[in-house]
């Protein structure tokens, strides 16, 4: 057998290419195929002829972040570090090296880039033929915000701290006025004179009776005080940020408001506890999971989110095809929601809480005649009981918030009295028409088919960034910062998707 020599110091005779040290199916030539489908004209253009030191390159920081998005949203630091000794890193800097404070920054400045990234990694994945548009699963997941539930603030405790602030300030210009500019040891000429120290004296006064209701101050609202009384500047940003708080606490019904990331709302979470979460929605192509659309809000509710969701898919990919399939779960059954569906003839499943119940085999009562067992049937256009029996209608009342159906074929039911009461049934569905149809129409079985798709659609993107990137909790404060995020991991989610793909069919 013959060894080896050790070649540690051996160096190249000629320039080596890094892409000859990484594997050809490598991801960041994927990261490298995004970035250059964009344009960067305008944003270099703010960069070129200012004055000061070079600034780098934006699509070699987009090229690092993204990279470092599909490795697990690594952080600046570890983005810096990985330029440094990781070849692929290296590769995508094109040797440089900068530091984490840029990278930082660049994530800030430049949040309309890593939108249209993630566009770009939707257009790369449908040609790539993963993207079909024929069934899109919308729906949401809470994820824990950057904040503690221990520092929060409320009303009170805010008028609390302003009048402090405020007493405290008034006292410091007083003073100032009252003492100018004597200070050391020597005792000040406005203090011999007795009308002066009167004044100050109670100014003490009243100061020390404010600083008693400090005592009614939570532990958050007294740090907060603590950091005010370092100087007058520090008096100042911390009172602009109270009304900042007050501002933020009036958007919310919400009672208290966290200090930490006070655009963060209190919701609860899977685990039934509550805490200060954002609400992150997506739309996916039930095909082979590409995410259509990301965005992330502090509504607690998904009530809302169905229409933004859908016009982010039409500003991604283009104009929906008439009757694509849009699922959602009870959390978005609407009027709103689903009087937009039919107005843009899309093909709406959106479950209702009784198909949500039977899905989850959770019986609301024990009673075999409930409305939940009662199922209408849109060939027959009528209601059929738990016994089999045809409901025909006898009348129906509607007006723009409920539907009621009535019928009298319960006369002769040997049932009638556990069922019905003086031989007639109502039925009453709440909703507008558009609504009702819904309702009526996921009463088939052929509807419930469809719309069972949405779960294997939308819920195992979900698991890939809670338990693969484990993203359990975001690392930004506020919705911009922290939307730029959320775009990141939708990022990485397609990214993934088509590398996985290319490699599996390779």
Not at 233 to 249: A, G, H, P, S
Request: charged residues 35%; positive net charge.
């Amino acid at each position: 057998m013959v060894l080896k020599d050790d070649t540690i110091n051996q160096q190249f005779l000629v320039p080596m290419d890094l892409r000859d040290l990484i594997p050809n199916d490598h991801p960041c030539y994927l990261v490298q195929n995004v970035v250059d489908r964009m344009d960067f004209t305008d944003v270099d253009d703010k960069y070129r002829f200012n004055p000061g030191a070079h600034a780098y390159s934006r699509k070699m920081l987009l090229r690092l972040v993204l990279m470092g998005s599909f490795d697990g949203g690594l952080s600046g630091r570890e983005l810096e570090r990985r330029s440094r000794t990781d070849v692929s890193y290296m590769y995508l800097a094109g040797l440089q090296r900068p530091d984490f404070r840029t990278l930082n920054r660049f994530k800030v400045e430049e949040k309309e880039l890593i939108n249209v990234a993630f566009q770009k990694s939707i257009l790369i994945a449908k040609e790539e033929g993963l993207v079909k548009i024929n069934h899109i699963a919308i729906d949401g997941t809470k994820i824990k915000a950057k904040a503690s539930i221990n520092n929060i603030t409320d009303e009170e405790q805010l008028k609390m701290l302003k009048n402090i602030l405020n007493d405290s300030i008034e006292l410091d210009e007083e003073e100032d006025k009252l003492l100018g500019d004597d200070s050391g040891n020597s005792i000040p000429k406005s203090l011999i004179d007795k009308e002066s120290f009167d004044k100050i004296s109670e100014k003490i006064e009243n100061e020390t009776s404010e600083s008693k209701n400090q005592e009614k101050l939570k532990s958050s609202s007294k740090k907060l005080l603590k950091q005010a009384f370092k100087s007058k500047k520090d008096r100042e940003k911390v009172l602009n940020k109270i009304e900042k708080l007050e501002k933020e606490l009036e958007k919310t019904n919400q009672k208290t408001i966290s200090l930490n990331d006070p655009e963060s709302r209190w919701m609860l979470n899977k685990k039934n506890k509550w805490e200060f979460d954002y609400n992150l929605q997506i739309g996916v192509d039930e095909y082979k999971g590409i995410m259509l659309s990301i965005e992330l809000t502090n509504n607690p509710t998904d009530v809302h989110e169905l229409i933004p969701q859908i016009e982010q898919i039409k500003e991604n990919i283009g104009p929906l095809d008439e009757n694509t399939q849009i699922s959602a779960d009870n959390g978005y059954s609407t009027d709103e929601n689903i009087e937009y569906l039919e107005e843009e003839k899309l093909d709406g499943y959106i479950s209702t809480r009784k198909l949500s119940r039977k899905l989850k085999n959770n019986k609301n009562n024990n009673n075999p005649y409930s409305k939940d067992n009662f199922t209408f049937n849109l060939k027959k256009d009528a209601y059929i009981c738990p016994e089999g029996k045809i409901l025909n209608q006898k009348g129906i009342y509607e007006n723009p918030s409920k539907t009621v159906y009535w019928t009298n074929e319960c006369k002769n039911c040997k049932l009638k009295e556990k069922c019905v009461k003086n031989g007639y049934r109502r039925i009453t569905d709440y909703g507008n028409s558009s609504k009702i149809r819904m309702l009526r129409k996921m009463e088939e079985e052929w509807a419930q088919k469809i719309y069972k798709k949405r779960s294997k659609t939308v819920e195992w993107p979900f698991g890939n960034i809670k338990r693969n990137l484990r993203i359990n909790e975001f690392n930004t404060i506020g919705t911009g910062r922290t939307n730029t995020e959320a775009k990141l991991l939708g990022i990485s989610h397609n990214l993934k998707r088509i590398h996985n793909e290319k490699n599996k069919n390779n």
